[in-house]
Structures are given as structure tokens and as C-alpha cells.
């Protein structure tokens, strides 16, 4: 039995109620005392010198289903205190793995050079990658890995048949511990898929109280449409909703977040469960083959490429592509990561100046780019408004996500360029919109990031600093916290956390990975 105090601290207790100086004991992995007063029994002393200490944060939207596998430390999460991550968003999931989908993630193994993990289903999928984390994960279904799996790259409508197989899948990576289902409507398969059939094949998730995740259909001009229909999913399939990264892409779009929430209000007055959250930057980051029609896509990236060979289609594609992106800017959009061997002086660099640079329409360079690389590279894109940030984040139902994967500065995740959002999020919303221009107090933005997670995901035991509750900690200094990471140098750690511990072990400290791994993957029916 291992028992710490960490004393002289400034405790913000995760529930929203105003700090206090005092102590915080450790038992093991749990919390045994807080309070003003010393603690009867110490144990080993730890001072913090006024610092703050915080509940770990609860990262409500990630990708690091697979990172983990390749380094386990969770870095870019870490250390900015993150110390549970909702894996499994935007319809694309580790697990469960069904047909071809095997193979398609064994790919990822490949290229990242390391053994393939046996798993198939969530069962094995949360055995093996627990194995050796740093950080906790819940893990959602994707509908995207599912219904590939079980149905392969069509376009074409689920039968009766490939819809009963797809809700046995669901019921069994619920009893095996998934939180729920996620779909990312925007992205083959999701956008080939009727409500009817998400409404479907959500529903066995609500005799397992579970969650359903939405990445919308549409984020920008049909964006209010695609807030209605995630409502509908949640309403018909009874189960809460979690709108995933909410916001409003393209100038002609911005304002209609007021549109959004009052819709999201009407909805939680009419009694329904909803939540939703946001990464704090205007610029989002995805495949660069967004850009392209929903058509264009069909059947994945080889079918793609051969549609950018037939010039009649290839035409069409410039058309529909140069009268949706002109009126959203070329300006805005920067390449991301290229693939290996890809001329990596693109990166960071906007569609705009390229075009300038090499004397051709812009749409023309995407397509290039998109056929150098077998579709195989990520952009971001600066299409947000900062009073649609300002007006989501201070909704009391907005959480916070990281949108990312695990990276790290060092190791096999450190290559390519990642949305500065995988290493700066929590720390971002604690500097730029909490001390600098306080549009909450620093207990409100814990409570966002800490207390009022759990409460959204059911967590009986994570989320607070309480005797019972899991020892899941940061220590922090509210004055210097800061993101480090941009978007030209995004491998930097954040500033200002002095200590992060996950199920009582200490995981970071002077900057620095402990290389301790008490993470662990949550059985869901075991958490609430
Ligand atoms: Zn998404």
C-alpha cells in the first residue's frame, strides 16, 4: 500500500465550487482524503508550493484507438494533463473488426512497425491495448469500421440482413465494454447511410445506457439540418447524444452556432440527453480528400484515383469542387501531412500559395497533391469564426476534446504535422480563454474538462478530487500554463503542468514521461 500527501496546494475539486488551500491524499490508485486540514495519516510527502491540483482531464474526443499500440506513453495527452481519452470517434474504431477490416488495420501495424496485436473483437481489442498505456481510454464503436466490415466499400443501402448483423455486433461490443456508437456522417461510409439506418443500428446501445457519438453529415451549409438529424438519431434510437467538435465551417456559415444551440436548448427542454464538445482553435483538421465530392469517394482511395483519371469525371469533380471551396477560400486550406517520400515542403503551406507558386488554379494543385499521394495526406483548415467559439465554448453543455491521436516529439509518433490541438487543447482553454480573457473561471473551465465529463459519461468514480474517487491528478500553475505547440512546430509539449498522475501513479513530471503505464482500458459497465 503506497499513501502520498501532496500538501500546500490550491485544490479546484473538479465539481465547479470555488478553490481552497489544503491536502490531498493518495492511497494506492484511490483518492483517501481532501480537505483544509492535515490529513490523520500522510505517508509520503509531496509539496507543492501553491500550485494548483486538478481531477485529470477527460479528453471527450480522440483518436488514439491505434497510436497506443505504437507508443503507449500518450505524450501529446499526458502532458497536458489529459488522463482519459474517448477513443473510437467519428465512426472509426480500433475495434470490433469484421471482413477486410482486419487487414486494412493491419496495415497501420505495418507502417508503423509493429507486431500486430491479435484481436478482432472489443473484448481482445481492450485486453491488448492496455497492456502497456500511460493514460485510460473508453472506447466507442465506430459505425464507419463496422458497417466497411461488414459490408464492405459500397455505397449501396444496408439490407435487413447486414442491418441485424451490424446490431449483434453492437450488443456484443457493448457487453464486452464499449461506451457506444460514433459515426462521422461527413466521411465514407457514414454519408452513404440513411438515418433510418443509424437510428437502427443505434439502438441496441440504449439497454446498455450507452452514448452515441456524432461527427455530423454536414458542418457548414447544411450544419443546422445536421445538428436536427444527430437530435432525431438520439430521440428515435433513446439514447443520449454527444455532438462531436462542434462548430461552423466557412465565413458564409458563421453565426449559425446561435441557430445550433437554440436547437440543442429546445431539445434538452424537451428532455433529451445531449452534450457536445470543442477543440479551441478556429482551424480544424482532417483528410484532404474532404475536399472532394461524396461520390468521388465511393469505394475507397483506388476508385478515387481512377475517377481522377477519366476526364469526363475528373471535369465534373473540378466543377463541383471549385464552386463549393472558391466560396470557402483556398486561402484557408494548408496541407497537413504528406505521405512518406512526399515532398514535406508542402506542409503548412495554404492551397493559395502553391497555386501561386506553381502557376496553376488551386483546384488543379489539390488535385496533383491528391494523386502524389494516393489521397494519403491530411489538411487543416482555417474556417471557423472566433465568436462561434466564444458562443459554443460558453454553453454549459460544451465539453472539451483534443480531436487527435497520440503523438510525441520523440519515438515513432513523432513524425508529420499534426493539428497543434494533439499536444496544446486543455492547456489552451486554461490560458487563452480562461486566465487572458476570462470568459469562465478557472473552477468553471475544470469543472468542463473534469466533473461535468464524467457526469456526461455516467463515470461513478473519476472526474472529482473525493475520498473513492480514482486518483487521477494534475498539479498545475495557473499563471504560466500555456500551449506550446503551432501549427508550423506542433510537437511541443504544453508549459505550466508540473504533475500529471493516472490511477495514482505519476506519469509526468519536469516536463518530462515518467515511462510509468497504469493505464487502463474501462469497461464501461464497470464504471457507472
Ligand atoms: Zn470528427
Redesign the pocket.
Known sequence: MERFTIRNCRVVDGTGRPAFNGYVTVLDNRIEYVGTTPPALLGRKIEADGLTITPGFIDM?SHSDLTLFADGRAVSKISQGITLEIVG??GISGAPLYGHMEDEIGKFFDRHHIIRRPYTGMKDYLREVERHIAVNILALIGHGTLRRGVMGEEDAPATLTQIQTMQEAVDLAMQAGAIGLST?L?YPPGCYTTTEEIVEVTRPIAKHRGLYFS?LRNEGDALVEAVDEALRIGKEARVGVQL??HKAMGPHNWGKTRITLDHIDQAIVAGQDVYMDQYPYVASA?SLTALLPDWALIGGSEKALERLKNTALLTRIIHETERKESRFGWDRTRIGTVREGQDRGLQGRSLARIAEDWGMPPVKVLIKILQDNEMQVSMIRFGMGEEDLERVFRHPRTLIGT?GGGSAPDGPLSQGNPHPRTYGTFPRVLSKFTRDKHWVSLEEAVHKMTGLAAHRLGLKHRGRIAPGFMADLVVLDPDRIDDVATFENPHQTAQGISQVYVNGSLVWQHNRHTGQMPGRALRYYEER
Open positions: 474526443h470517434q467519428c462521422g461527413i461527427h462531436s467538435h482532417t480531436d
